[in-house]
């Protein structure tokens, strides 16, 4: 047995909150944070996971930025990220992993202003 991870999602609406959680168990926890400095192009960040065992996936950047996946110039996933908006995804949800093809790097394009933050976190079963 792996590790336990919640992702949490709400909305509010009209000052109606509503949330549900999704849990997983397995696998192992990988986790990329790191400052980027301005105005970079493809800045590399090393990773390697098969898309398949994503069980989980949370992705925060704290200045807008694009995530590339596997090459910098022609990735196989790209991933606009908004200034402090989270992307959530669980398996088993119906709804597609952002990360479709298994990942050899990640590359990040920031824009000016400053360095940005940016977390990965994610839940990968290592079982085949």
């Not at 898309?51 to 930025?65: H, P, Q």
């Not at 402090?84 to 952002?98: F, M, R």
């Amino acid at each position: 047995m792996g590790i336990q991870a919640t992702l949490t999602t709400a909305i509010a609406v009209d000052g109606v909150v509503r949330t549900g959680n999704v849990v997983r168990s397995e696998g192992h926890r990988q986790v990329w944070r790191e400052q980027i400095p301005a105005d970079q192009t493809n800045y590399p960040l090393a990773a390697t996971f098969a898309a398949a065992d994503i069980e989980m996936l949370w992705i925060k950047s704290s200045r807008y930025c694009n995530l590339k996946t596997n090459n910098g110039t022609t990735p196989d996933d790209e991933l606009e990220l908004n200034e402090g908006e989270p992307i959530g995804w669980a398996s088993g949800q119906g709804v597609v992993c952002p990360i479709t093809t298994d990942v050899t790097g990640f590359f990040v394009d920031t824009g000016s202003g400053g360095t940005t933050l940016l977390e990965i976190e994610a839940i990968i079963d290592p079982s085949p």
